[in-house]
């Protein structure tokens, strides 16, 4: 079946940028999402493409899409303690339109 | 507005039983979704609803169903539980506007299956 991956973890300085990547297998994949989980706390809608998309930006993040690689990246600027958190990648899509997500990628920023 | 609210928070269960979850999306959002979020398997996605129609199912057994009511309100219903079963259950109410798309999750309900 489709498969998500993503590193399990990521560490950076305060300040730095941060680069999360994912790759997927769903070729026919529709929409990919990143989402946001802080310890304890429920799942949060960061950002999504659209697959005819190859970069969207919103603030402090930027998401890039390489359709013909299935690598989908998120890029957060100034990286803040307040990003910690687990950073999941999503595609939805093809035959079957089911969410697959990643397992998650744990952000550790440190001052 | 309110977000999206779910009942109960937390819940204990002995195998063999049923359990039903609730969950109210934001005020305006037809479309309801749920998944589970477990240490092994990680999130995955169980059902979607929208405007009282199952419109995608994931591959859970049939013991997992759900519907949703007029209102949008959804239930999640786990028959004859299992210890695999203990896992926070997320539900989420989402929209779609022509391009524009907004999805907000509840904060999950703990359920403990001993």
Avoid at chain 1, 71 to 86: C, K, V
Avoid at chain 2, 65 to 92: I, P, W
Wanted: hydrophobic share 30%; proline share 4%.
């Amino acid at each position: 079946g489709e498969d998500v991956e993503q590193s399990l973890f990521l560490s950076v300085r305060e300040g730095d940028s941060s680069v999360i990547n994912c790759t997927y297998t769903d070729s026919s994949s529709t929409y990919l999402y990143w989402y946001k989980q802080e310890p304890g706390a429920g799942l949060q809608l960061l950002t999504y493409i659209f697959s005819n998309m190859d970069m969207k930006q919103d603030q402090r993040l930027t998401v890039l899409l390489n359709k013909k690689d299935k690598h989908l990246s998120l890029r957060i600027a100034d990286t803040q303690t307040g990003d910690s958190a687990i950073y999941f990648c999503a595609e939805r899509g093809g035959g079957s339109y089911i969410p697959t997500f990643g397992r998650g990628t744990s952000l550790i920023v440190h001052p | 507005k309110a977000g999206v609210t779910q009942t109960p928070r937390y819940l204990i269960k002995t195998r063999g039983q049923q359990v039903t979850l609730s969950c109210s999306p934001i005020s305006g959002h037809r479309s309801v979704s749920w998944y589970q979020q477990t240490p092994g398997q990680g999130l995955q996605f169980l059902f979607e609803y929208f405007s009282e129609t199952q419109r995608n199912k994931g591959n859970f057994p049939g013991r997992f169903s759900g519907r949703q009511f007029s209102n949008s309100r959804s239930e999640m219903n786990v028959s004859t539980l299992e210890l695999g079963d203990s896992a926070l259950y997320l539900c989420a109410s989402s929209s779609r506007t022509g391009s524009s798309y907004e999805q907000y999750f509840g904060p999950g309900t703990r359920l403990t299956v001993t």
